[in-house]
């Protein structure tokens, strides 16, 4: 397993988020978490990074393990564990800058300055994402300029250019047409080669088709965790059961 975790609790203030979260996810598949709004998806993702901790009040017991290092120890590289594991987000964020800088942003942090190197960087992440061909010749034009579809697949390449080993994914098709869902779909299918994804999403028709395990949420709680084709024709907990056909959510 490459995280693990164990009776995991997070509290907003004394709002109680997470509820006992163990779960243990295994490399390079996807991993889907589904359940309604509110129901702390997003916040277990975001435990991973530890994004939270730029949150006031958060406050978090239990652990968590990425490759058995625990990554919530005071001794814990919070700047590498974030190289390690970078998101993607609801929206496209690139920056206001080239797509080139963009790219580029990454590598200068960890001190990458030589020209072709940050050529082959650029040329390599992009690739990686089936973007390179199509923009080659516009690196130096604002990013901000590519459709909502190619700022997504930017912001992955910009992930990729400092060589993460895990891709945390919130709803990143959720502002896309479908599509582009479905091209960013598969995007995700041949990156999982390469890395682990864990990802977010209230479309369970996407969770039905991308994902290898997924893990069902509901008020803080893990409810269900199993192979994705489990979970969606006979999953074991009726409150998962009526999720998934709608009763509510």
């Known amino acids: ?7 995991l609790n997070l509290y907003y203030g004394k709002f109680h988020a997470l509820i ?3 779960l243990s996810i295994k490399e390079n598949i996807i991993t889907g978490m589904i359940g309604p709004s509110g129901c702390g998806k997003s916040t277990l993702l ?4 530890r994004m939270n901790d730029l949150i006031p009040y958060v406050r978090i017991t239990g652990s968590v393990l990425v490759d058995s290092e625990d990554i919530y120890s005071p001794v814990c590289d919070l700047i590498m564990l974030r190289k390690r594991i970078g998101m993607v987000f609801q929206r496209p ?3 206001p800058l080239s797509i080139y800088e963009n790219i580029a942003y990454g590598p200068r942090v960890w001190g990458i300055s030589d020209g072709n190197t ?3 960087i650029i040329e390599r992440s992009l690739a990686a994402v089936d973007l390179f061909d199509s923009i080659k010749d516009i690196l130096k034009k604002p990013a901000l300029g590519l459709s909502a579809e190619k700022q997504q697949r930017l912001c992955i390449a910009r992930l990729l250019a400092v060589e993460p080993e895990i891709l945390l994914m919130d709803e990143p098709c959720s502002a896309l047409d479908p599509i582009a869902t479905g091209k960013i779909e598969e ?3 041949e990156l999982k080669k390469k890395y682990t994804i864990i990802i977010v999403t209230h479309n369970m028709q996407q969770a039905a088709r991308i994902a290898d395990e997924v893990g069902f949420m509901l008020l803080g709680e893990l409810i269900e965790f199993d192979k994705s084709k489990k979970i969606f024709t006979n999953p074991s907990d009726k409150r998962t059961s009526d999720y998934i056909s709608g009763r509510f959510g």
Do not use: C, G, S
């Open 118 to 120: 940050l050529n082959e």
């Open 1 to 7: 397993m490459i995280i693990d975790t164990a009776n």
């Open 46 to 49: 975001r435990v991973f990074n």
């Open 187 to 189: 995007l995700m299918l």
């Open 93 to 95: 964020n690139a920056f």
């Open 20 to 22: 006992n979260v163990n």
